[in-house]
């Protein structure tokens, strides 16, 4: 079942930079791009939208949880989540 997590997070890698012209882009500006406005709007891009979406990581929707867990800190994309 991991799998199809993984295969929506390449999905969104591949087309990303070509669907988002904003500077929120790639997996999880892509699957967190409401969780962003509605939790973490005026943040800095970059470390501090990541950070704050961590905080709220309860609250989040299930796609950008994905986002999180398969990406950043090292881990890029398709590594596995955090566990």
């Not at 390449?10 to 930079?17: G, L, Q």
């Not at 892509?30 to 969780?35: L, M």
């Given at each position: 079942m991991k799998l199809i997590p993984l295969i929506a997070l390449?999905?969104?890698?591949?087309?990303?930079?070509l669907t988002m012209a904003s500077?929120?882009?790639g997996p999880v500006g892509?699957?967190?791009?409401?969780?962003i406005a509605?939790?973490?709007a005026g943040k800095a891009h970059g470390g501090d939208v990541r950070a704050c979406l961590q905080?709220?990581?309860d609250k989040v929707s299930a796609a950008c949880k994905?986002?999180?867990d398969y990406t950043g800190g090292?881990?890029?994309?398709?590594?596995g989540p955090r566990r």
């Open positions: 390449s999905m969104f890698a591949v087309t990303a930079p500077a929120q882009s892509t699957a967190c791009e409401g969780d509605a939790l973490c905080a709220n990581y994905t986002a999180l090292g881990r890029g994309p398709g590594l």
